[in-house]
């Protein structure tokens, strides 16, 4: 069962750090907030490093 993850997209910058460096997974909506659009684009440790690079930490799994 795979984990789920979401943006808190009220504390997302849209600096498009996690969709440019998982684009698999991530993306900018219309409004240009990220957004999670495939959790299974990508392996976990991937999902991983860009939860940790986003500047405000506001990528998380939801347990
Ligand atoms: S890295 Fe964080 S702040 Fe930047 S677009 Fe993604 S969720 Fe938003």
Known sequence: MPRKL???QDACI???LCADTV???FRMND???AEV???LGASE???QEAIDA???AC???KD
Do not use: K, S, T
């Open 6 to 8: 979401f943006v808190d």
């Open 14 to 16: 849209c600096c498009n």
């Open 23 to 25: 684009p698999d997974v």
């Open 31 to 33: 409004e240009g907030v």
């Open 37 to 39: 659009f495939d959790p």
């Open 45 to 47: 440790d991937l999902i």
């Open 54 to 56: 986003c500047p405000v």
């Open 59 to 61: 990528i998380h799994w």
